[in-house]
């Protein structure tokens, strides 16, 4: 894949914004030393031909925008200036940003395209990351948003603080996104690593985004991202079978049924658009077993959290208390919808924390503020459903069930023959019905009227 066009900060910031939007925000400009802190002889010679060069006086330009019609702090990387670097200087406007981001309750948005720290202010350029880290831990304490566009491209430490600490990251096609930039790879490292695609792929990134399409897909992220609401999301109207079940076993069948309506088709019917959160940030995603993200139902924004009908991989889980954790610090309620056979239980599983995943996210669900509702749409097997499911919120479709095991290891721990888990499903009452009796759940959705 080709790399993509490299365009200079305000043409980066033309590409994302409303037009005739976009204001430069003041900030303290200090006066450096001669060559730099450390008098590195050629460095004002350096800038002053990057400044010639780019039409900058720094390797960032902050200001305010709107994009998509919703407001916003911009950080915009100018690539061209000495590599995109920070220095003390550059940490100067970003404090400056995220400070007047908090001044006027703003999202912030780092459109990143940087080779790191400047080697010409040696470690007074390395803490500026440091500086970063602390705006950045500030503004998520004041409960504001940060979505990250990553160019190219995005290395060292800009990527590990503006990119990778944002709640949400978008990636340009092709960009080279890694820690280590190409000229600091062990030799034999494969470069396909360092790519957008593989960092989405690896959990890292949320999507990746063909320019025409940004401001779009940016806009749509602010907008969901900026409106909290303190009521509970409703659950879904139910759309498969509309009949309880008369037995366990019934009950059983009717959610295995391959012609079940799954998540995807709940999420259809329930938003008018939505987002997609990918990825634990833990270097996994479970995009097959666990869909995550905001989305937009009847002009306010909620939250969700979906499985697929597959067992539920530790990264999977791992996302949705990415999600559910990013929802709660931004007051959006969240929706869950709860069908799996169970978590997935085997080695490379283990190896993956499959029990530390599922801990935290019980944690997550039992500590969270903002309101969670969920609905059992298919199989709710076990704890891997269970860790999902709301504490006192919880409804259920006609063509679900929910159980402490499926029927069929039920009666093998029971020593029961093969044949006997039919009875076995009745014994363990997990018809809709039964779970309403139990208090278990709240209630059955019906179909729209």
């Known amino acids: 894949m080709s790399r993509p066009e490299r365009l200079s900060a305000r043409q980066f910031l033309d590409l994302v914004t409303d037009p005739g ?37 720094e390797s960032v330009v902050v200001g305010t925008a709107r994009v998509g019609g919703t407001a916003a702090v911009l950080i915009a990387f100018e690539f ?12 100067d406007r970003l404090e400056a940003a995220y400070a007047h981001a908090r001044a006027h309750r703003l999202p912030v948005v780092p459109l990143i395209a940087t080779g790191g720290s400047r080697m010409q ?17 500030l503004t998520r304490e004041a409960r504001l948003p940060q979505v990250a566009v990553v160019r190219d491209p995005t290395t060292g430490g800009g990527w590990a603080t503006l990119g990778a600490g944002a709640d949400v990251i978008l990636a340009l096609p092709g960009a080279q996104v890694g820690f280590a930039g190409s000229r600091v790879r062990p030799p034999d490292a494969d470069p396909a690593a360092y790519t957008a695609e593989a960092q989405l792929a690896a959990g890292a990134a949320d999507a990746v985004v063909p320019p025409a399409e940004l401001r779009d897909c940016l806009g749509l992220w602010l907008r969901l991202l900026t409106r909290p609401a303190p009521e509970p999301a409703e659950p879904p109207a139910a759309l498969g079978r509309t009949g309880l079940p008369g037995t366990g076993w019934v009950a059983v069948q009717h959610a295995r049924d391959p012609r079940r309506p799954r998540a995807g088709a709940y999420l259809d019917a329930y938003f008018t658009r939505r987002a997609a959160l990918v990825g634990d940030r833990c270097g996994g995603a479970d995009p097959d077993g666990m869909l995550c993200g905001f989305g937009e139902r009847d002009g306010r924004t ?36 709860v069908d799996t056979p169970g978590a997935a239980n ?32 298919g199989e709710g097997g076990s704890g891997g459903a269970l860790a999902l499911a709301a504490p006192g919120n919880t409804w259920a479709t006609p063509d679900s069930y929910f159980s402490v095991i499926a029927p069929e290891p039920a009666a093998a721990i029971l020593k029961r023959p093969p044949e006997a888990a039919e009875a076995t499903a009745d014994h363990l009452r997990i018809r809709p019905q039964d779970l309403v009796e139990l208090g278990v759940i709240r209630g059955i959705v019906t179909a729209a009227p």
């Open 80 to 91: 061209g200036y000495l590599g995109g670097s920070l220095g003390e200087r550059t940490g």
């Open 121 to 137: 202010e040696g470690m007074l350029a390395l803490t500026q990351l440091q500086r970063v880290a602390r705006q950045s831990a």
């Open 21 to 57: 939007t976009f204001a430069g925000i003041p900030h303290r400009e200090r006066r450096p030393a001669p060559d730099g802190p450390l008098g590195w002889q050629g460095y004002d010679a350096s800038r002053a031909r990057a400044a010639e060069r780019t039409g900058e006086r």
């Open 346 to 377: 085997d080695a490379e599983a283990e190896r993956q924390g499959a029990g530390a995943a599922i801990a935290d996210l019980f944690g997550v669900l039992a500590a969270a503020r903002t309101p969670v509702t969920t609905l059992v749409i």
């Open 302 to 337: 909620v939250a969700f959290a979906a499985q697929t009908g597959t067992a539920t991989r530790p990264a999977g889980f791992r996302t949705a208390a990415r999600l559910i954790r990013l929802a709660d610090r931004l007051g959006i309620p969240v929706l869950t919808l």
